[in-house]
C-alpha cells in the first residue's frame, strides 16, 4: 500500500513540548538526504571511529572539510587538536557504519594514512590535519585542513528519513565532467 502525501506540510504547535518539538524537528532535518561517513582518528589510548551524516565541504583553496560531532559521543573530547580522516562509505559498507555507531561487528580494516589513520577501501578518504573547532551548541564543528585524498568507483552509502539507502554512482559527482 502506498501512503498518500500529506498536503499541508507539518507546522510547529504552539505550546508544544520542548521534546516534541525536538523530535518534530529531527524528522524535519531527516528528510534531507546525507551520505555516511566516518571520522576516525588516533587518540591517547586508542583507535577512535564516529559515524557521521553531518559532513561537507568548507573550501577549495585552501582544501578544507567541516564535520559536526554530538559533544555526547564517546570520542568527541578526544578529537580536539587531533588530526582526522573523514572516510566516505560506499553502499556495500552499511555494517561499517553501524560498527562505529555503536553496534559493534567485525573488526574492521585500518590503513595507516600519512596524516591520520583511515580505513580499507571506503569510497572515498580525507586524511586532515586540525584547522579550527566551533562550538555548535550540541555538537563541535571541527574543520580541517585536507593533506591527503582518494576515491573509488561505486555506489555511495546514504542515509534519509531515518534509514540507509544507495545513491548509484551514475547520480554520484560531477568530476569527470571538466
Known amino acids: ?28 532535518l531527516g528528510r534531507f538526504a546525507t551520505g555516511v561517513a566516518i571520522v576516525t582518528f588516533d587518540g591517547a589510548t586508542k583507535r577512535h571511529g564516529i559515524t557521521v551524516n553531518s559532513f561537507i565541504s568548507v573550501s577549495m583553496d585552501p582544501p578544507l572539510v567541516l564535520v559536526s560531532i554530538a559533544r555526547t559521543a564517546k570520542a568527541h573530547d578526544e578529537l580536539a587538536g587531533r588530526p582526522f580522516a573523514v572516510n566516505i562509505l560506499g553502499a556495500e559498507q552499511r555494517q561499517l557504519a553501524m560498527h562505529f555507531a555503536g553496534r559493534p561487528g567485525p573488526e574492521p580494516r585500518w590503513v595507516e594514512g600519512g596524516t591520520a589513520p583511515r580505513l580499507s577501501n571506503v569510497l572515498a578518504y580525507f586524511e586532515c590535519r586540525p584547522w579550527a573547532a566551533y562550538d555548535g551548541g550540541d555538537h563541535t564543528l571541527y574543520v580541517g585542513e585536507v593533506t591527503d585524498f582518494n576515491y573509488r568507483t561505486g555506489d555511495a552509502l546514504a542515509y534519509a528519513n531515518s534509514a540507509f539507502t544507495i545513491i548509484p554512482e551514475s547520480q554520484l559527482g560531477m568530476e569527470d565532467l571538466l
Request: net charge positive.
Open 1 to 28: 500500500m502506498i501512503a498518500k502525501p500529506r498536503t499541508e506540510p507539518a507546522r510547529v504547535v504552539p505550546g508544544q513540548s520542548s521534546v516534541a518539538r525536538a523530535h518534530r524537528f529531527r524528522g524535519s
